[in-house]
């Protein structure tokens, strides 16, 4: 599948997490909240245009800018249509929390990279002729220091409401 996704090693909610196993509970909805939360924490970088560590991304030329404003797209960093951000969701199980955008270009505008054309010997951007275009990385995708603070508060909240049961 293309697209692109993020796991997290969460060794500092390891004990709330085996405490809440030792009391019998099911995980599922504290993964299904988790999931929740780092989904909405993606889709606001997508207002604030940052990273997960709070580094702007790229802004994209004046040129691009003019040509999507043109063709009465949204001009901001990684909008256009709204397909990318669109295809962002998470899914949980009993286990695990994933964030994932599923779009075709998700991973190129997570990680950058160099676009080349499939067949022929040149991409067709703007009315011009490239042998490659280089994309800035953009991450939307992975954990901020609020998102490790909300997921430990939730699996606190979690553990308390199993423990009152």
């Known amino acids: 599948m293309a697209g692109a996704s993020f796991e997290v090693d969460l060794r ?3 004990h709330l997490f085996d405490r809440i196993k030792a009391a019998g509970r099911s995980m599922q909805p504290l993964m299904a909240e988790i999931g929740s939360v ?3 924490s993606t889709r606001q970088r997508f207002r604030t245009q940052q990273s997960p560590d709070g580094i702007p991304w790229a802004p994209i030329s004046d040129e691009w800018k003019a040509e999507k404003a043109e063709r ?3 001009t ?3 909008k256009m249509r709204g397909d990318l951000l669109n295809s962002v969701r998470y899914e949980s199980d009993a286990n695990s929390a994933t964030v994932i955008a599923s779009a ?4 190129i505008h997570q990680f950058g990279g160099v676009i080349r ?3 022929g ?5 703007r009315g011009r002729f490239l042998s490659s275009v280089t994309m800035p990385a953009r991450p939307y995708l992975g954990m901020s220091d609020d998102d490790r603070f909300e997921v430990l508060d ?3 909240d979690f553990l308390r409401r199993a423990a009152a049961r």
Do not use: I
């Open 12 to 14: 500092t909610a390891a």
């Open 38 to 40: 780092l989904e909405d």
């Open 72 to 74: 009465g797209f949204a």
């Open 76 to 78: 901001g960093v990684l």
């Open 104 to 107: 075709p270009y998700a991973a």
């Open 117 to 119: 054309p499939k067949r």
């Open 121 to 125: 010997r040149a991409l067709r951007v």
């Open 154 to 156: 939730a699996a606190r």
